[in-house]
């Protein structure tokens, strides 16, 4: 099994442009959530998803969009990209019982110049 | 809201010895679970040590074991025989129980710790 796989792994943006990180999973996991990592800060929730088609905001979810068309994919979209907006991105997932923490991808590390 | 707690940035371990990790946090639930997630420099998140709330019994896992006290809403994590592959940044976090709110996990701010010879 590849767990989570995260794509690009580093990317560098211009101010007000947009792009999209990618995030799979092939665990058949309900839960799948978006997290920024700045120093420190922690971990912060953006975006999560209970299943295909549900969504909700977490704690900084502004200048972010999420979709989950399939249990597999959750991508997430910048759509105006800001230099705030710089930080390493963690996409993660979890089977619904919550005895299992989130199993995460490698990170995508993201600059906004 | 919950809330998770770190209050140590940093800390610094000579190899072979003992160092404990500090967290605390915040909440109404009464059945919950916590974990503690290493990140060494390859950035890789890796799941550490988790302890469900309604156990008393402590998590052990090989050198890693926590001290989870319920009543004070304090979970800390403590390193036996340190080694260099520890050094790493340790970040604590919460998950609730329930449908609804299980799906979200929640960090605190980390804390780097150093191994040194």
């Known amino acids: 099994n590849a767990g989570v796989t995260q794509t690009p792994k580093f990317q560098v943006l211009k101010t007000g442009q947009s792009m999209t990180l990618q995030c799979a999973q092939d665990m058949n996991h309900e839960y799948m959530s978006w997290y920024r990592q700045d120093p420190g800060m922690g971990l912060r929730l953006i975006h999560y998803s209970v299943g295909a088609g549900i969504t909700d905001q977490g704690e900084v979810p502004n200048g972010y969009n999420v979709s989950r068309s399939t249990t597999e994919d959750f991508p997430l979209r910048l759509l105006s990209a800001a230099p705030s907006q710089t930080s390493v991105y963690f996409c993660?997932?979890?089977?619904?019982?919550?005895?299992?923490?989130?199993?995460f991808g490698s990170g995508t590390r993201l600059t906004v110049v | 809201a919950q809330t998770v707690t770190q209050s140590q940035p940093e800390m610094s371990v000579q190899e072979a010895e003992t160092v404990t990790l500090s967290c605390t946090y915040d909440?109404?639930?009464?059945?919950?679970?916590l974990f503690w997630y290493k990140q060494p420099p390859s950035r890789q998140m890796i799941l550490v040590i988790r302890?469900?709330?309604?156990?008393?019994q402590n998590a052990t896992e090989n050198r890693f074991s926590v001290n989870f006290q319920k009543a004070a809403k304090s979970f800390s994590l403590k390193i036996s025989d340190s080694q260099l592959g520890d050094a790493a940044m340790y970040f604590c976090a919460y998950r609730p129980i329930y449908t609804g709110t299980a799906s979200k996990l929640t960090f605190g701010t980390g804390t780097r710790l150093q191994v040194t010879l």
């Open positions: 909440t109404s639930e009464s059945d919950y679970y």
């Open positions: 302890q469900e709330a309604y156990k008393q």
């Open positions: 993660a997932s979890s089977p619904r019982t919550a005895n299992y923490g989130y199993t």
